[in-house]
């Protein structure tokens, strides 16, 4: 059994290395970064028909160029980047074109999943329209949280039986896995996952779920067929069968059909910060060393429900918290340096082939960002990464500070930080390196596993120090400048 580890408005690009640099083998950027109020809007879901910009490739240019402004330094590189080394390589350039042309947030609406709020409405930004705005519900998490000018956080629910571990939801943002409960949104009630521990991820066709332990893979049908108050993830007339998947699982699906992937890290962090004082990036729960790996599992959908094919390691040296895309194409790890201190996260191309169930699979470095922070999880075009970091304590502190409008972490402004901690929700774009914070959370509040749904909507929790209350909140900080 897995065991956990023992007001102020500024929005900022965060280049975290600022904060606590990468190692001598990676150099850190500058500094200095610069301030921004905007994240680029998510390609895939504007316009909601899927049509794509006739200057994209001009935009994208012009997105490196900006990032070399911001960056400020030379070893923060773009174009031809040694492996191991911080930077951007033309790979990444070449993947986020291939994903533009097809995605599974593009597939989704060709195959016409409805989106969870968007009766009616033809661009995503409108969506949730109708859901109460942070600050105006008893209860909630308070007003002026929101670090990007025009971006709504829009209260989904707040439920005061605390959760362990992620919160993750199906591709059309209808239901939300937190914890061992399933809360469904048009009902507005919370499915029992009987059975299930930990570790709710859905896949990004919309058509099942999983949870730990055991792997077990279900049916969306099970949460979608008569008027289900719990769903027996375990034990007999269970529609969900086991695999060899194992703990911090995240899904994908072949854009082409047919097979379905997961990753699962045998080197990871268990992140369930925030239920007590959480000031830095949480523990791992083994050695990042040389002979680090990560597992793929490979599935099959058989129409009701889903079977285990095989799986096969992968190596990834001084990495961990391996999270696959969507469609499979890709991976993000976090890495450390030779001293175990973490340093930031590597993207990789990954390429994963089978016969029968004889799994191959190759990876290729295409960049390294030196940013602090856990829990990663892509857009559903692929182009972006939320994570959650948190403040207060540690290597980073004085950044932290600093990104929050104090001088340092001795500011007495930024005190309660130090004693309570918090964490924000930061967007990371894979092409051009920039990180730019989402949230603005108050000393206590938590703002933690940012996900994505499939129209550009990011989902995540807030938990607040002291008590059980819980609140998931929807943001549409990828889509306000459409």
Same mark, same amino acid.
């Given at each position: 059994m897995r065991l956990p580890p023992t007001s102020i408005q500024a929005a900022s690009l965060l280049i975290l290395s600022s904060v606590a640099?990468?190692?001598?083998?990676?150099?850190?950027?500058?500094?200095?970064?610069?301030?921004?109020?905007?994240?680029?809007?998510?390609?895939?879901?504007?316009?909601?028909?899927?049509?794509?910009?006739?200057?994209a490739a001009t935009a994208d240019a012009s997105d490196a160029a900006r990032a070399r402004d911001v960056f400020h330094v030379t070893d923060v590189q773009f174009g031809d980047v040694p492996t191991g080394s911080i930077g951007v390589s033309s790979l990444v350039g070449d993947f986020i074109t291939a994903a533009r042309a097809s995605n599974w947030s593009t597939q989704n609406r060709s195959r016409g999943i409805m989106m969870h709020g968007c009766n009616g409405v033809?661009?995503?930004?409108?969506?949730?329209?109708?859901v109460p705005e942070a600050g105006t519900v008893d209860g909630d998490i308070g007003a002026d949280h929101s670090?990007?000018?025009g971006a709504h956080l829009r209260v989904l629910f707040t439920s005061t039986a605390g959760s362990a571990y992620w919160t993750r939801s199906s591709a059309d943002g209808r239901?939300?896995?937190?914890?061992?409960?399933?809360?469904? $949104?048009?009902?507005?009630?919370?499915?029992?996952?009987?059975?299930?521990?930990?570790?709710?991820?859905?896949?990004?066709?919309?058509?099942?779920f999983m949870y730990q332990p055991g792997g077990r893979m279900c049916p969306q049908s099970a949460l979608t067929t008569g008027m289900p108050t719990s769903v027996a993830i375990t034990g007999t007339g269970s529609p969900c069968a086991g695999s060899s998947v194992g703990l911090y699982e995240h899904l994908a699906a072949a854009l082409g059909g047919g097979d379905?992937?997961?990753?699962?890290?045998?080197?990871?962090?268990?992140?369930?910060?925030?239920?007590?004082?959480? $000031?830095?990036?949480?523990?791992?729960?083994?050695?990042?060393?040389?002979?680090? /790996?990560?597992?793929?599992s490979l599935m099959a959908n058989t129409g009701s429900g889903f079977s285990f094919v095989a799986s096969r390691s992968?190596?990834?040296?001084?990495?961990?918290?391996?999270?696959?895309?969507?469609?499979?194409?890709?991976?993000?790890?976090?890495?450390?340096?030779?001293?175990?201190?973490?340093?930031?996260?590597? $993207?990789?191309? $990954?390429?994963?082939?089978?016969?029968?169930?004889?799994?191959?699979?190759?990876?290729?470095?295409?960049?390294?960002?030196?940013? /602090?922070?856990?829990?990663?999880?892509?857009?559903?075009?692929?182009?972006?990464?939320?994570?959650?970091?948190?403040?207060?304590g540690g290597a980073t502190a004085d950044a932290d500070a600093h990104d929050l409008g104090f001088t340092d972490s001795s500011d007495p402004g930024f005190g309660d930080y130090t004693t309570r901690g918090a964490s924000n929700i930061y967007v990371l774009d894979l092409l051009t390196g920039i990180s730019t914070r989402v949230t603005t959370m108050a000393p206590g509040q938590y703002a933690l596993y940012p996900h994505f749904r499939s129209d550009g909507w990011m989902y995540f929790l807030v938990r607040t120090l002291g008590t059980r209350t819980e609140s998931v909140i929807a943001s549409d900080a990828l889509l306000v400048n459409q």
């Open positions: 640099a990468c190692s001598s083998d990676n150099p850190a950027p500058a500094t200095d970064a610069a301030t921004s109020t905007d994240i680029a809007p998510v390609d895939s879901s504007v316009p909601m028909d899927g049509s794509t910009p006739a200057d033809t661009n995503a930004a409108d969506c949730l329209a109708d670090a990007i000018d239901f939300i896995g937190r914890g061992t409960k399933i809360h469904d $949104l048009v009902r507005d009630i919370e499915i029992n996952a009987a059975g299930a521990m930990y570790d709710p991820a859905f896949f990004p066709d919309n058509n099942g379905y992937w997961a990753t699962s890290a045998g080197t990871a962090a268990w992140d369930d910060g925030g239920h007590a004082a959480t $000031l830095t990036e949480t523990a791992r729960n083994e050695a990042w060393n040389s002979t680090a /790996q990560v597992t793929l992968v190596s990834t040296p001084f990495q961990g918290d391996a999270v696959i895309s969507p469609s499979g194409r890709v991976m993000i790890t976090r890495f450390v340096d030779d001293a175990g201190a973490y340093q930031g996260y590597v $993207l990789h191309r $990954l390429d994963a082939t089978h016969t029968g169930a004889a799994v191959m699979v190759t990876t290729t470095e295409m960049a390294r960002y030196a940013q /602090q922070g856990a829990k990663p999880s892509f857009s559903y075009d692929e182009r972006y990464v939320a994570y959650h970091h948190y403040i207060g």
